[in-house]
Each structure stands twice: as C-alpha cells, then as structure tokens.
C-alpha cells in the first residue's frame, strides 16, 4: 500500500509541472479566446534567456528579473505587432497567428541563443527524502511548492485587485467591458505577460528536469490534455488537470505498464483526456454559460 | 427645429450628421442619419428591428469597430469635439456611455463587481468607489441585497439595473440606453424608466434611448427620431410625434 501512495503521492508532485504549463494557456485563453500555440516556444525562450545570462555570469537574482523584463517587451511586442491587426478576426485565425509565432519565436531563441542542450542548475538537489515513510523527489516538493505559490499569487491578482476584475470581465463579456471603457488592448498586453512570467517559472523547473533545449517547447502537447480534462477556462481546473495527469500516468505506468510491455506514459493522458471528452465536454471546471430559463 | 443655430450649438451634447456605417466593408446597415441630443434631455430613437437602431448607438459610442463595422460617411460629435479616431475608453472617460441591447452584465462576476467595474476608468480610490458604489444603490436599493450574488443568476429587470448602475459609475453625462424594455415586465420596464427620468431630472445625465416600445419611449423622451431601413424618416418633439397619430404604421412598412 506503501507503494502506491508513494507513486501516486510522486505522480501528484509531477503533475503540478503540468499545471504549471496549463495555467499559461489558461491565462490567455481567457482574456482572448485563442488557444496560444506559442506558449511553448514562451517557455522555451524564457529558460534560455535565463540559462545564457546565468551562463556569462549574471547572479540568479539578476538574470531571473532580466528574463522578466524580456518576457514583457516581448508581451507587449506581440499584443502590438499580433494581436492588434488581427483583433475580431475568427478564433482560427488568431489561432494560426500563434502557431505562426510560436516558429518565430523558436527561432529567435535558437538564432540569439543557440541550439544545444543547456544544462540549467537552481541549486536543487534532486535527492530523495522521505515523508511518512514514503519516498519523494525533493525537486518535485520544491516544484510544486513553486506552483502553489504562483497559484496564490495569481488569485490574489485576479480577485482581489482592479486588473483582475477587468481581466475577468472581458473575459465574460469582451463587448460589455469596452462599452465601460475597459482598454482591451492594456489587458492583453497585461495577460501576456504574466503567462510569460509564468512560462518562465515553468521554463525554469522543466529545464533544470530535463535540460534547456528545443524539445522544451513541446511540452504545451502535454498541456492539452490537462486543458481538456480540467476546462480551458478554469484554472483551478488546471490545476486539478495536471494532478490528474501526473497521477494517472504514474499510476499507469506502475500498475497497467507491465501487463502491455510499458512505455504508457507518453500516451496515456491523451486516452484520458479523449475519455473526459465523451463524458465532459467543457472540462472538469469549464466554465458553461450561465444562462437563465 | 427652428431656433437659430448658434443657440442650438450651445445646448448641443451630441450631433450626428448623416452618418452611415458599412459592416464588413459591404453591408449598409445605417445610410444617413442625422440626430441631435441637447444637454439634459432625453431623445428617443424609435423604429422597428432592424431599422439601425443599435448600429446607430454603436456608431457613437465606437463600439462598431469591434464588429468589424465603421462609419464610413459622416461625422459625430460630442461637446463639440469630432469622435473619428477615438478609443472607446476615451470616449467613455469623455462622458459617453453605452448600455447594450440585451444588458451584457458579466454573468460570472459578482453584481457589486459588476458596478465596480464601471468606476476603473476613473481610476476612483478606495473612498470614492464605496461612495459612488452607495449613489448607485440609493438608486436601486434592489441590488444592494443581490450584491454578492453572480450577475448571471439574477432577474432580467435586474440585470438592466446592474448594466445602467454600472454604466453610471463612469459619471456619464450622456447615456445611449439600447433597447431597456427588452424582454421586461411592463411594470419593471416602468420602474427602470421612471428612474432614468430621475438621473435626469436630478442629476442632468441626458439619455439617447432605442426602443420598439413607442408609448413607453414617448412618454420619456421629449423628442424622438423614426428609423426606418437605417434612415431618420421622421423626427420631433414628443407633442408633434403623438398628435400625427400614424408612428405605429412606421412598424408595418405602410410608409
């Protein structure tokens, strides 16, 4: 029994990874209505920037506030440069935008930065410690404490301050919140840049897991079927989808992985989440209209 | 209709000279309209649906451009300035303010949110936005118990309070009201007039008001322009318009 609690308990730790990237699209599905393909190559760019800075000696503190600092212009290069022109075109159209920018972007990091793998140290050992006799990754209790308290952050943000409120109310009503002199345009350049910071907290604890490199940007394939199973407007559905993920592929992998000879984990959240799409369409949290009869 | 002009400019908020707005760079849907809003008073805009009520509202107020819709001939002017080119958000801070037909609250936001949401262009502390938030339900003390509760699940007639409450925390000095009966019980369609005709009386907020509703609208408004397929086919004082007697023909395309 141990042992199950042990890998659903190292599951969980995992998933909130997942939740992390999650969030990001979250953020800017909200606002915007546009699945971001490009919150991968966010990611990407944000740990590279921060693994060269590093690299050429910039202290931790420094280079993480420089690599904030890049994420913003660069929010509010692609809310002028993007999302302006393209305002009130359909959703794939913006959709194919981020796609469009999420190769610029990669190939920016990779023209400005390189292309090979760069080991990113944040000074974590990753040693096992035990927690009620349970063994547990340390880097993932450190991951997922970073997470709660991004996730904290970001709720106070939303709900308790002015940008919040606006942000929530475009994202219910995008017409009501001009027609009340909300500038749209100050919100997205706002959301972009907090799911790049976010991209960068995500960027940090994948790189340092797996090295800082292309394939980095291709965990937002791993975020969508955590949107799918927690709702792409929620993000305590996020959340909640991530954990799920983390502990089911786990899990998976354990107990299923033997009896079909392994290697689950790369597809068993899309299983998942095709399963929560016969079952829940909006998501676990999606949030349904709510309407009155 | 006969004052001199130079008289006229001075009690003048709002003019709109023969404008016309195309959607989508080929659909007319206004084709020359010309109304006038004097400072304190409240103008109807009466006509069937589909005659370019809203999309005349929508032309003031800018919020064509995020319907992919521009006005393509004409001018607007509001205390005497020229809107071309301006921001929604500055026109709202300028003392324009929109309600959209169908209330457009934010259903998952709290109604006291909702208000709220309305003193941000103002940029309003702590203590003016609690003061205002108060004038607000002195106004319609029904929203004062609901305001915790998600805008989405309240009543329709409350839903129109919460969308004209929030429209006036920005301090509007004109309202353009789209189409305030819509979908009401004719006595909260009457409880939401008679405090429009309140802001009015005492705090000289004037209102542009869309409406199908002809004898509700006309009991409000001291003049009233007839849109018709998206041009002012007939305009007047409130006297003039009820003494011809045929405004409902307007409806049924006899004219």
Redesign the interface.
């Known amino acids: 029994m141990t042992f199950f609690f042990e890998t659903l308990l190292g599951g969980l730790l995992a998933g909130t990874m997942y939740s992390l990237v999650a969030i990001g699209f979250v953020l800017i599905y909200k606002a915007s209505g546009v699945f971001n393909f490009a919150q991968g190559a966010m990611l990407l760019f944000a740990a590279l920037t921060f693994v060269s800075l590093h690299d050429q000696g910039v202290p931790f503190a420094l280079a993480l506030l420089l690599t904030v600092v890049v994420m913003v212009i660069g929010a509010l290069l692609i809310e002028r440069l993007v999302l302006r022109p393209l305002?009130?075109r359909s959703q794939i159209t913006l959709f194919m935008a981020t796609l469009g920018l999420s190769f610029i972007i990669e190939g920016l990091a990779q023209g400005l930065m390189g292309s090979q793998v760069r080991a990113l140290d944040l000074g974590i050992d990753d040693v096992p410690v035990f927690i009620g006799g349970m063994m547990v990754s340390q880097f993932d209790l450190i991951a997922a404490a970073a997470a709660i308290v991004l996730v904290t952050v970001l709720a106070l943000l939303f709900n308790k301050t002015?940008i919040g409120?606006?942000l929530?109310?475009v994202?219910?009503?995008?017409?009501?919140?001009?027609?009340?002199?909300?500038?749209l345009n100050r919100i997205w350049q706002i959301v972009w840049a907090v799911a790049g910071i976010v991209g960068l907290v995500a960027g940090l604890l994948w790189g340092a897991r797996q090295g800082v490199q292309f394939s980095l940007s291709l965990v937002v394939l791993k975020a969508l079927p955590v949107l799918i199973i927690g709702g792409f407007t929620s993000i305590g559905g996020a959340i909640v989808g991530g954990l799920i993920v983390g502990a089911a592929e786990n899990l998976a992998e354990v107990y299923i992985g033997p009896l079909i000879g392994g290697g689950i984990t790369p597809w068993f959240a899309y299983v998942l989440a095709l399963a929560f799409l016969y079952i829940r369409p909006a998501g676990l949290f999606g949030?349904r209209?709510?309407?009155?009869v | 209709m006969s004052e001199a002009a130079s008289d006229i400019a001075v009690n003048e908020l709002l003019r709109v000279n023969d404008i016309e707005v195309v959607y989508d760079g080929a659909i007319l849907a206004v084709a020359g309209v010309s109304l006038t809003v004097p400072k304190g008073g409240i103008v109807a805009l009466l006509g069937a649906n589909g005659a370019g009520k809203s999309t005349t509202l929508k032309a003031i107020s800018g919020l064509v451009r995020a319907e992919r819709a521009e006005v393509s001939r004409g001018a607007i002017e509001f205390l005497g300035r020229d809107t071309a080119g301006v921001d929604p958000s500055v026109r709202v801070r300028q003392g324009m303010v929109h309600v959209l037909e169908g209330r457009h609250v934010f259903p998952q936001l709290t109604v006291e949110d909702n208000l709220r949401s309305g003193g941000f262009v103002r940029g309003l502390s702590r203590q003016d936005m609690a003061r205002d938030l108060e004038r607000i339900y002195t106004w319609f003390p029904r929203l004062k118990t609901k305001r915790k509760t998600q805008a989405g699940l309240t009543s329709g007639g409350e839903q129109q309070m919460v969308a004209i409450g929030r429209a006036l925390m920005t301090r509007p000095t004109l309202v353009l009201l789209d189409e305030p009966s819509m979908g009401l019980a004719p006595i909260i369609v009457q409880e939401i007039f008679e405090i429009v005709a309140q802001l009015n009386r005492e705090e000289q907020v004037s209102f542009l008001i869309a409406e199908q509703n002809i004898n509700v609208a006309l009991k409000y408004a001291q003049q009233a322009y007839v849109l018709d397929t998206g041009r002012v086919v007939l305009s007047g004082s409130r006297e003039a318009l009820l003494a011809r007697g045929d405004l409902h023909d307007f409806y049924l395309g006899k004219h």
């Open positions: 305002v009130n002015r409120v606006s929530r109310a994202a219910d009503d995008t017409t009501a919140a001009l027609s009340i002199g909300i500038n949030e209209a709510i309407e009155r």
